[in-house]
């Protein structure tokens, strides 16, 4: 069974179009995050929703809005794609926001926008 | 603002050789501390998680030390070996987000 799973893996679009990332997670974590992996390969926080609430936005663009309709489930929705979207797109959960247990995550999405 | 990083950027060894990777973070107020693995193209694994109690934690040949006061933690490979290849992220926990460094890419010559 997979901890945390992402749809789609691969995502090729043109510039302009809106699309959605999704996200679930089974090991009953409150909080789960949005993280991206630009082209060199560093990881930075997006979103982070803590009960379906969110905790933080990481001077993200408006394009861009999560929505957790509850704790299992955190989905990436883009709007007006633009090139420099591309990037892997990375969902990750925690049993408790710096919790002891760590961060568990997903194998993530690569967007590519054309 | 949280800021880590990792050196060296790149690390290439004969197989059976110790490898070292440094973590060094700039404020000592974390929950704890993960090491990580990547392989390309692929998600990230968890290797170790280091709580800020703790000094270090060990698993198998992998062992990752916390010097929380100086801001430092050291993964430590015993005898590695060709799959070893890979990134390895350092990433220390803050308030309800992780703080990545920029990874050690390493390779380990057959």
């Known amino acids: 069974d997979t901890a945390v799973s992402q749809t789609p893996k691969y995502l090729v679009t043109q510039m302009g179009n809106d699309k959605s990332i999704k996200c679930e997670q089974n090991l009953g974590h409150d909080t789960m995050y949005w993280y991206k992996q630009d082209s060199k390969k560093f990881l930075k926080i997006m979103f982070s929703y803590n009960n379906k609430e969110l905790i933080i936005n990481e001077t993200v663009p408006n394009r861009f809005s999560p929505k957790s309709p509850d704790k299992a489930h955190l989905n990436l929705h883009i709007n007006s794609l633009e090139l420099g979207d591309s990037a892997v797109y990375f969902c990750a959960s925690s049993q408790v926001s710096g919790s002891t247990y760590g961060y568990t995550f997903g194998s993530g999405t690569r967007l590519t926008v054309v | 603002k949280q800021e880590v990083t990792q050196i060296p950027a790149a690390l290439s060894v004969p197989e059976g050789e110790n490898l070292v990777l440094n973590c060094s973070f700039t404020d000592s107020a974390i929950y704890n501390l993960q090491w990580f693995r990547q392989d390309p193209g692929k998600g990230l694994t968890s290797l170790l998680l280091i709580q800020s109690s703790q000094r270090e934690q060990t698993s198998g040949r992998l062992n990752a030390s916390l010097d929380k006061s100086s801001g430092r933690s050291t993964l430590y490979i015993a005898a590695s070996q060709p799959g070893d290849s890979a990134t390895y992220l350092c990433?220390?926990?803050?308030?309800?987000?992780?703080?990545f460094g920029a990874g050690t890419t390493v390779t380990v010559r057959a």
């Open positions: 990433a220390v926990h803050d308030d309800y987000k992780l703080s």
